[in-house]
């Protein structure tokens, strides 16, 4: 509905439910869980990644094995305060106003109680608890969840968006986009989904627009306007799936590397689908694919789709049994990687540990994390589900953001099919978070009885096994340098 010179009007429900809220009880609650998140965090957790971040912008010396945009603002904010504590506040920040946003816009939809419940969602202790560590997954959710909010707050009451919010939430993504590699895959998506676009083949056309842009522009920026040296990053992950399908193939040269490579490789215990470290950091496996070394990532993905081509049984296993470890389903029960850190990493830069509540939180979350709420493929079961309630929902503002959320969660999920060489559990915060969203947006009642046997049905198919799993398999050694030897029970691999 327009007024008389075209613009947006609010409907009357949503006029008389503005009414109701006047004082806007949503943000003021979001505003004080803010603060007690940040008093509790304070000054933010330190992984050994934030401080090799927090080493180059002390430096003024970047390079592009981390994202060099996040050290960039990490320099910028120094005058302010050395340490975790502005980027803690930035990423707490832009969790709770994004949340804010969103939960206030659906209580003036007269939806008040779906209002609340957004805002439970950033209480779940394993989405707080690695909010409060400083790293770019914190980053891309806080950059990501504000942008979303700015925009959802006009969508969700069918205004327009103004031309300073759109361009507060375009910096924002933009932000979001190059602070993780892969976060084109979970963002394009939802970028679409918040645009005023209604043609399905405009919509897929602008999509593929904005990851092929950024794949193609995120190296450019990162090395000439943000002044990042190159790495051998982006090798990472061909060398490793070629190392990966020469393990799983014998007296076969792969990618020009000895035939006897595959048999070093296995004796060595190099490649395990948990990760790709022992590639990098173990000598023996470093020395069995050196000649690897000097090649540029373009020729090594070449070799990896020849090879892939040639060898697709062992290029399957590999990635599957990666793909098994990443989403944690036949895994064992305490599989590292997943709670998050009581402890900042000891350090020389003064950075210190936030106090005891906070540990008292991290131990919390990490004892649910150890449930469905830590299993990615629990929450990728959970998105599929709410995707077809999606489907048989009519068309609304409501719908068209959930269909978006969900769609990011799914498809950054289906990008570690073919581009992941670590299984830590906070690359997938933000589709755990984006799902739990979409399911606030979309379910507004209790569900029948035939959608409950439905969902116990799946969950019971899907979970049984890896509750058996979790049972049955063994737990990796505790420490780094055996955890790079080590062999998990689905490793897919030739004994």
């Not at 592009?64 to 803690?88: F, I, S």
């Not at 020009?256 to 000598?283: E, H, K, M, N």
Request: aromatic residues 8%.
């Amino acid at each position: 509905m327009t007024d008389p010179v075209g613009r947006p009007m609010m409907a009357f429900s949503d006029r008389a439910a503005a009414i109701r809220y006047p004082t806007r009880p949503h943000h003021i609650v979001a505003t004080l869980l803010f603060v007690a998140s940040l008093a509790l965090f304070w000054p933010g957790y330190a992984e050994y990644d934030t401080l090799r971040q927090y080493e180059q912008a002390v430096a003024g010396r970047f390079d592009d094995w981390h994202p060099p945009v996040m050290a960039r603002l990490w320099q910028a904010l120094l005058p302010l305060g050395h340490g975790t504590g502005p980027l803690l506040t930035l990423q707490l920040a832009g969790y709770w106003l994004g949340l804010a946003l969103i939960a206030d816009a659906l209580a003036v939809r007269g939806r008040p109680r779906a209002g609340w419940a957004i805002l439970a969602v950033g209480l779940l202790p394993p989405l707080l608890g690695w909010q409060g560590v400083v790293l770019k997954d914190a980053q891309l959710v806080g950059a990501g969840l504000a942008a979303t909010g700015l925009i959802a707050r006009y969508r969700l009451r069918d205004l327009s968006v103004p031309p300073a919010v759109a361009t507060v939430a375009g910096v924002l993504l933009g932000y979001a986009l190059l602070v993780r590699a892969n976060a084109v895959f979970a963002l394009a998506p939802l970028i679409v989904a918040l645009l005023p676009l209604r043609q399905r083949m405009t919509q897929i056309g602008a999509m593929l627009g904005i990851v092929g842009g950024v794949l193609a522009l995120s190296a450019p920026i990162n090395h000439r306007l943000l002044g990042a040296t190159a790495t051998d990053v982006t090798s990472t992950q061909p060398r490793y799936d070629l190392a990966g399908i020469a393990a799983r193939t014998a007296g076969v040269s792969i990618a020009d590397l000895p035939p006897a490579t595959g048999v070093r490789l296995r004796a060595a215990r190099c490649v395990t689908p948990y990760f790709w470290d022992p590639l990098g950091d173990s000598p023996a496996c470093t020395a069995a694919i050196t000649a690897l070394d000097n090649r540029s990532a373009g020729t090594l993905y070449r070799q990896l789709a020849t090879e892939a081509l040639r060898h697709p049984v062992a290029y399957l296993a590999h990635r599957l049994a990666h793909l098994n470890m990443t989403w944690r389903w036949l895994v064992p029960a305490r599989l590292p990687g997943a709670e998050p850190p009581t402890g900042s990493e000891p350090n020389n830069e003064g950075i210190a540990t936030p106090g005891r509540a906070a540990a008292w939180w991290q131990r919390w979350a990490g004892v649910l994390i150890r449930t469905p709420l830590g299993w990615p493929f629990a929450w990728i079961v959970a998105a599929l589900l709410l995707l077809g309630v999606a489907y048989r929902t009519p068309e609304s503002v409501v719908r068209r953001l959930a269909l978006g959320l969900l769609s990011s969660a799914l498809a950054l999920e289906a990008s570690f099919a073919a581009i992941s060489i670590a299984t830590d559990l906070r690359y997938h915060l933000w589709p755990m978070l984006a799902t739990a969203l979409a399911a606030v947006l979309l379910v507004d009642r209790l569900p029948s009885r035939r959608t409950t046997i439905l969902v116990t049905g799946i969950a019971l198919v899907v979970g049984a096994p890896a509750l058996l799993a979790r049972i049955t398999f063994a737990d990796p050694p505790p420490d780094y340098d055996r955890l790079l030897h080590w062999r998990p029970p689905v490793a897919l691999l030739p004994r």
